[in-house]
């Protein structure tokens, strides 16, 4: 058997005094482009914190290439790159720094020190910007002068120029419009695209649109912080979409 890419046993996760994640088991494996659905609350967030490492379950063993997380380092951690719904980005730098931000698992103090400073390139991170469908007249803008739909493109080309090896994303597709959605969620799983860029060749998105499923090879219903299914996309059905909405 395949060792997953990404594995969860039996994690458990409680928030003051509720449990928001119960005896969840999930493996992940190379070239899943996978969707996570639920309603708001039923857990999408938080088991997206416990895979890429931000949160530790209180019970429960959390792996990323067979390797028990604790005892990952800095670089390996890295090859985990995730979309956060709420952005996350840096409100003091300009777009194109935002982008740049990206790459400092794998750059020097030095790279941070001339990001900062406005003097490195930004080369790349205009490559992604422009994959991402980001035009020339924002790269240079504090990212407090953009619009919300920008500002989530940002936070997309931040996410993809790590060069990663999985993609975690947490409703990525918010304040976008319906060409703006389709472009981005080509882009997100497909791996070969026309920007010759490097996108993550496993992908976990959470979603609430049920319109967006086309492209996802695996589904997974969560509620009430749990996995109530997880199957192929080609064996959804209503009766499991009535499990969990």
């Known amino acids: 058997m395949i060792n997953p890419l990404l594995e969860l046993k039996e994690v458990s996760y409680k928030n003051k005094n509720n449990f928001t994640l119960k005896n969840v088991s999930l493996r992940i494996k190379s070239g899943e482009k996978i969707a996570l659905l639920g309603k708001s609350g039923a857990g999408k967030t938080t088991l997206i914190s416990i895979l890429n490492g931000t949160l530790k ?49 794998k750059q020097s103090f030095l790279f941070a020190f001339k990001n900062l400073l406005n003097i490195s390139s930004f080369n790349k991170a205009h490559q992604y910007m422009q994959a991402c469908n980001l035009k020339k007249s924002i790269f240079s803008k504090n990212i ?12 997309i080309a931040r996410s993809l120029i790590q060069g990663s090896d999985i993609l975690l994303a947490d409703e990525p597709f918010n304040n976008l419009d319906p060409k703006l959605t389709s472009n981005i969620k080509n882009l997100l799983l497909i791996t070969e695209n026309k920007n010759k860029i490097k996108v993550p060749n496993t992908t976990l998105i959470s979603l609430h649109r049920l319109d967006l499923l086309d492209g996802f090879n695996r589904i997974i219903g969560m509620k009430n912080g749990e996995i109530l299914f997880d199957l192929e996309k080609t064996k959804l059905k209503k009766y499991h979409l009535n499990k969990i909405y």
């Not at 800095?74 to 790159?81: A, G």
């Not at 407090?144 to 920008?150: D, P």
Request: with cysteine; glycine share 8%; aromatic share 6%.
């Open 57 to 105: 379950p209180i019970k429960g063993r959390v792996k990323l290439f067979n390797t028990e997380f604790d005892k990952l380092n800095l670089y390996q951690k890295s090859k985990i790159s995730t979309i956060w719904q709420d952005l996350r980005l840096i409100e003091d730098l300009s777009a194109e720094q935002n982008v740049n931000c990206g790459l400092l698992g």
């Open 144 to 155: 407090r002068k953009i619009s919300g739909g920008q500002k989530q493109r940002v936070a």
